[in-house]
């Protein structure tokens, strides 16, 4: 496919390739998209792999109805509620993973955004964990402004978290009880604040391919290097539940496109890869270079063992990628 190998070299030597040149060569033969996006992973990205793990520092009771969510209060999940966690089990479960070889540790909490206090009490953890360990510390806490993002930085956090979820058209059929801009301006105050910002969404929430090609181009214009790519695990008792689950061809395709708009970013399979029937590891042969390791928030993971040797098969070396 002339259209395809031209493009990719395009974007080889530096092209930024538009909504309408991706959605023309989202179809393309699966093998070659795929073993295209791999050649720009190669090119800009090298051979690192960008592996980190969460922890779900506060869970449920969330007031926010994002309908894929199991913490949202809106639904009935039946999901383990807690309040934010002692700072002694967000340590621990810093220095588990830093043992186990994984350079980057996110505290993730449910909620709109964290209240004064908990911001304060994440800080200290913060500190504590940077006092005894060499971890990169990472959070996700929400709708924060600018001051709070400054606390944060200023007590060792290094990227904040922020997932766009799907495209600014779709959003109000995802969630209704915030806006695609309040995300948007959680993002640029991070960013004032000097933080690095991870962010990127769930595929398989009804939206069309269109949708996907629109988010990875919000992500593009917001200068965003570290994008994490769910699938939508549909859970009982939220709206999704019986959202038709995506296969690994449709999975690759979307990680392919991915690269080509976002050529030198931490495209990281993130939630649901553990659906994928080989763990998503033809799309770290279609342009994924990162992942989310282990448990996530309230769906089991992958082991941070098998992923190790996932990554050392596949030739990758697990590093810091963007920082």
Same mark, same amino acid.
């Given at each position: ?17 538009? $909504?309408?040149?991706?959605? =023309? ?5 699966? =093998? ?8 720009? !992973?190669?090119?800009?990205?090298? /051979? ?12 449920? !009771?969330?007031?926010?109805?994002? $309908? ?28 588990? /993973?830093?043992?186990?070889? #994984? ?15 908990? #911001? ?11 006092? !005894? ?23 060792? #956090? ?12 779709? &959003? ?38 269109? =949708? ?12 965003? /290097?570290? #994008? ?7 859970? *009982? ?5 019986? /959202?038709?689950? *995506? ?10 496109? &991915? !690269? ?8 990281? *399979? ?45 030739? &990758? ?7």
């Amino acid at each position: 496919m002339k259209i395809l190998e031209q493009l990719k070299e395009d974007v080889i030597n530096g092209y930024k390739v538009s $909504k309408d040149e991706a959605l =023309d060569i989202y179809n393309a033969p699966l =093998d070659k998209i795929c073993n295209a996006a791999n050649e720009i !992973r190669k090119h800009f990205c090298g /051979n690192t792999f960008d592996i980190c793990t969460i922890i779900n520092g506060k869970s449920g !009771r969330c007031s926010e109805d994002c $309908k894929y969510c199991a913490q949202s209060s809106f639904y009935n999940t039946k999901i383990e509620t807690y309040s934010l966690l002692d700072s002694e089990d967000i340590i621990n479960q810093a220095i588990y /993973n830093e043992n186990k070889g #994984v350079l980057r540790y996110s505290i993730v909490t449910s909620g709109r955004k964290l209240d004064d206090a908990e #911001v304060e009490k994440v800080c200290e953890s913060v500190k504590d964990i940077k006092k !005894r360990t060499k971890i990169q510390i990472c959070g996700s806490f929400g709708l924060l402004k600018e001051k709070e993002f400054r606390k944060l930085k200023e007590a060792g #956090v290094s990227r904040i978290h922020n997932n766009l979820e799907t495209s600014r058209g779709n &959003f109000p059929s995802v969630c209704t009880t915030h806006t695609y801009d309040d995300k948007i301006e959680a993002i640029h105050a991070a960013q004032k604040a000097g933080l690095s910002v991870c962010s990127g969404g769930i595929i398989g929430l009804g939206e069309t391919i269109s =949708d996907r090609i629109d988010m990875a181009k919000t992500i593009e214009m917001l200068g965003i /290097n570290s #994008v994490p790519v769910n699938i939508l695990n549909p859970i *009982l008792g939220t709206p999704y539940e019986n /959202n038709k689950k *995506l296969t690994n061809e449709d999975v690759c395709r979307t990680i392919a496109i &991915f !690269r080509f708009i976002l050529p030198n970013a931490s495209i990281r *399979l993130a939630g649901g890869r553990g659906l994928l029937s080989d763990k998503g590891k033809a799309c770290f042969l279609s342009g994924a270079n990162a992942a989310i390791s282990g448990d996530m928030l309230t769906t089991s993971g992958i082991t941070i063992d098998e992923d190790m040797k996932m990554i050392k098969e596949l030739g &990758f070396k697990v590093g810091l990628w963007n920082e």
